[in-house]
């Protein structure tokens, strides 16, 4: 049996160094699929760079309620999430680091 430890659904639209429009959901992270709604009000309407900034992604923590079980703590989810969804923007971004 698989079972995911959490998972990741985006679409980012940018036009002219702006984020113009932002949708996050996460799975596995909550009773069911959550929106990251926090995360999406951070971004839209900034410039890219601001996606740069960990204090962004903070309020995920509002969003989420991830469970502990022997797969994943709740600590542990918490970071991965946050993370991942950082690590996944400044990608599609461009800003990624090599």
């Known amino acids: 049996m698989t079972i995911a430890i959490l998972n990741l659904a985006m ?3 940018t036009e002219s160094g702006v ?3 932002m949708r996050v959901a ?3 992270v909550a009773p069911t699929a959550v929106r990251l709604g926090s995360v999406e009000r951070a971004l839209i ?11 962004v992604y903070a309020g995920i923590e509002d969003d989420v309620k991830p469970i502990d079980d022997f797969r994943a703590s709740r600590h542990y989810r918490l970071r ?3 993370d991942l969804l950082q690590e ?3 990608a599609i971004l461009g800003l ?3």
């Open 96 to 98: 990624a680091e090599a």
């Open 26 to 28: 996460m799975g596995a």
């Open 88 to 90: 996944q923007v400044l």
């Open 80 to 82: 991965v999430a946050r």
């Open 19 to 21: 984020i113009r429009e």
């Open 45 to 55: 309407g900034k410039p890219v760079q601001t996606a740069m900034s960990p204090e």
């Open 11 to 13: 679409i980012l639209q």
